[in-house]
């Protein structure tokens, strides 16, 4: 059993400690906010926030999240509040909508450890990939972020509430038990 925190609820995984962050969140917590790329830590679909700092989750293992705290999109805000979701929503930067997620999960720890950063540090610092193209709205972006985060500026359209991650979770239809040699299959409607 592999234990840990996510969105501020303890966890407990009965699966192989080497399976992906990424596949328990998605199939066993049904939080399925984080998106699945490349597989291979290069396009940060997958980013998740691991004691604070961004980290794709397809990249490590849940062993190496025992004891960690782990946030997911779904656990950012309760409410699309956080100030990375205001100034995406604001300003429009969603296209297709794919990258999203690991988009603001990176964008939120930059600006935790720099709430002004400059273009090239934004640049070091998001590399998720956007087949969208959003790349100059993103920059945009993340200034009007940090400055929402330090108080300097607010928006007024706040994006509707979100999903809430207790929610999420409730519906969960967790792993299917594996069917012994023989069973009738599930009825395929
Ligand atoms: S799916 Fe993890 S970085 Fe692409
Ligand atoms: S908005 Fe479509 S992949 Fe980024």
Same mark, same amino acid.
């Given at each position: =059993?592999?234990?840990?925190? @996510?969105?501020?609820?303890?966890?407990?995984?009965?699966? $192989? &400690?080497?399976?992906? !962050?990424?596949?328990?969140?998605?199939?066993?917590?049904? !939080?399925?906010?984080?998106?699945? #790329?490349? #597989?291979?830590?290069?396009? #940060?679909?997958?980013?998740?926030?691991? $004691?604070?700092?961004?980290?794709?989750?397809?990249?490590?293992?849940?062993?190496?999240?025992?004891?960690?705290?782990?946030?997911?999109?779904?656990?950012?805000?309760?409410?699309?509040?956080? +100030?990375?979701?205001?100034?995406?929503? *604001? !300003?429009?930067?969603?296209?297709? #909508?794919?990258?999203?997620?690991? =988009?603001? =999960?990176? /964008?939120?720890?930059?600006?935790?450890?720099? &709430?002004? &950063?400059?273009?090239?540090?934004? $640049?070091?610092?998001?590399?998720?990939?956007?087949?969208?193209?959003?790349?100059?709205?993103?920059?945009?972006?993340?200034? !009007?972020?940090?400055?929402?985060?330090?108080?300097?500026?607010? @928006?007024?359209?706040?994006? &509707? +509430?979100?999903? $809430?991650?207790?929610?999420? /979770?409730?519906?969960? +239809?967790?792993?299917?038990?594996?069917?012994?040699?023989?069973?009738?299959? +599930?009825? *395929?409607?």
């Amino acid at each position: =059993m592999t234990r840990f925190t @996510v969105n501020n609820q303890p966890v407990s995984y009965a699966l $192989d &400690p080497q399976t992906p !962050l990424l596949w328990a969140l998605r199939d066993a917590s049904n !939080l399925t906010g984080t998106k699945f #790329g490349c #597989g291979t830590g290069e396009c #940060g679909a997958c980013i998740v926030d691991i $004691d604070g700092a961004a980290v794709p989750s397809c990249r490590v293992s849940i062993a190496a999240c025992e004891g960690r705290f782990v946030t997911t999109i779904e656990g950012l805000s309760r409410d699309r509040s956080h +100030p990375v979701q205001q100034a995406f929503a *604001a !300003l429009g930067v969603s296209q297709c #909508g794919f990258c999203i997620p690991g =988009m603001v =999960m990176a /964008a939120a720890a930059l600006i935790r450890r720099n &709430p002004s &950063p400059a273009d090239a540090e934004i $640049d070091a610092a998001i590399t998720n990939i956007c087949r969208c193209g959003i790349y100059p709205r993103l920059r945009e972006a993340i200034r !009007l972020a940090g400055r929402i985060a330090t108080g300097a500026e607010t @928006v007024s359209a706040l994006p &509707p +509430p979100g999903i $809430d991650p207790g929610d999420a /979770a409730a519906a969960v +239809p967790a792993l299917t038990p594996l069917r012994s040699p023989g069973a009738a299959a +599930p009825d *395929a409607r």
